[in-house]
């Protein structure tokens, strides 16, 4: 379960929260700015017409839905000894659309389908309005997974190459240490034939920075240092030297850069990763 996250409508936050990947909306939270508060939730689920569109989401969505439940509580609704409330209305019909929760971040849930119903009852306006901005958190989530996803392609190539280093480079009964200043000097000829300069170089350029040089790197470097590393995977196999491997790297790199500039995609991608972490620093800073 994804920790809770908010949008802001017409100067409210609301609260979202993700049960088993499905977003869930906070009832409660769009109540905040309307007249009688969460009590409106009791109104709307009241509503014959609200009823009878729960029922038909919970027969598509929910094959535990309680049907023949429903069906009495069809019955029963419009009379005015008639009353539901969403806990009543999930106890009885075994209902997946709605959720309750308790603590910290309490209060009446919905599945999106269910909540964009709810503010078209609460207002037509509102209910535009929400729609937008759901869509555009799901639009920056999109982008967050498409970095990351690339950040963990690059990982995983790395691991590839340093097996390469491990197989074909490491002679046999060395200690630790000269294994890892062997892995050290090989990260550092992509490092050199891509940035220009070692790990340790960029440290000392940078000590107020956190992690290492590649965290910084934007989406075309990345994409860029996944080639080299399998490149280079390959040059070790095939016996190149380190010096002439980081000469043909350096080239490979400067070539593969100068497309990736011009390539439009490319630098969309760069343009909402940077955006993306100007929002995680503001983020930091928040909390």
């Not at 029963?76 to 209902?95: D, H, L, P, V």
């Not at 910290?104 to 729609?131: C, N």
């Not at 190459?161 to 491990?166: E, G, P, Q, S």
């Not at 760069?270 to 503001?282: I, R, W």
């Amino acid at each position: 379960m994804r920790k809770n996250r908010k949008i802001n409508v017409q100067g409210s936050e609301i609260s979202v929260f993700q049960n088993d990947d499905i977003d869930y909306i906070s009832l409660t939270d769009m109540t905040s700015k309307f007249k009688d508060g969460s009590g409106l939730i009791g109104k709307w689920i009241t509503n014959k017409n609200t009823l009878e569109y729960l029922g038909i989401w919970e027969k598509i969505n929910n094959k535990n839905f309680n049907y023949p439940e429903f069906g009495v509580i069809e019955k029963e609704a419009g009379t005015n000894r008639f009353i539901m409330s969403a806990g009543q209305w999930i106890k009885r019909t075994n209902a997946i659309g709605i959720i309750v929760k308790a603590g910290r971040y309490g209060g009446t849930y919905a599945h999106k389908d269910i909540a964009f119903h709810f503010a078209m009852w609460l207002s037509p306006e509102f209910q535009i309005y929400i729609v937008k901005e759901f869509q555009r958190l799901k639009e920056t989530e999109a982008k967050e997974l498409d970095w990351n996803i690339k950040r963990q392609l690059t990982k995983i190539n790395y691991r590839i190459h340093t097996d390469a280093v491990k197989e074909n480079l490491i002679p046999e009964h060395l200690t630790p240490k000269q294994i890892s200043m062997v892995y050290a000097n090989e990260a550092d000829v992509l490092n050199m034939a891509l940035f220009g300069k070692t790990a340790k170089q960029w440290r000392d350029e940078n000590p107020d920075k956190k992690g290492n040089i590649r965290d910084y790197a934007n989406v075309s470097q990345l994409v860029c240092l996944v080639n080299l590393e399998n490149l280079n995977a390959v040059f070790i196999k095939e016996g190149l030297p380190q010096s002439e491997r980081l000469k043909k790297l350096n080239e490979i790199a400067i070539e593969q850069m100068k497309i990736l500039a011009q390539d439009h995609a490319v630098k969309m991608l760069d343009d909402q990763s940077a955006s993306a972490g100007q929002a995680d620093k503001k983020e930091n800073r928040d909390e």
